[in-house]
């Protein structure tokens, strides 16, 4: 379990392969100097809900792997959450069972 340590807050848990997608997709959107919101929703094992956060080239970001290996990258879903971001409601994190039908409807 890594985890995605934004600014001041308490660190935001997320399995290191989900989190290993989204480093990637930000890393790509602050080098272009883009600000964006990161959404995802919580599971109700986790109280439920969504989590919407700023993510600006001037806020510190930190992404944190229990894992030292990087694993396997899945082109479709990385797809997927760059298509999310180019929407009005911002970047999403995405199932990566979802990335395909996700890149299909959205491409």
Request: aromatic share 10%.
């Amino acid at each position: 379990m890594g985890q995605l340590v934004y600014a001041v807050s308490p660190p935001f848990d997320f399995d290191d392969r989900v989190l290993s997608h989204v480093k990637i997709v930000v890393g790509a959107k602050l080098r272009r100097k883009e600000s964006f919101y990161l959404g995802w929703t919580v599971p109700s094992a986790k109280g439920s809900g969504r989590i919407a956060i700023w993510i600006s080239p001037s806020i510190p970001l930190q992404f944190r792997f229990r894992s030292a290996a990087p694993g396997e990258i899945n082109r479709v879903w990385i797809r997927a959450m760059e298509l999310s971001a180019m929407g009005e409601g911002g970047m999403l994190v995405i199932d990566e069972d979802d990335a395909e039908e996700y890149v299909r409807q959205h491409a």
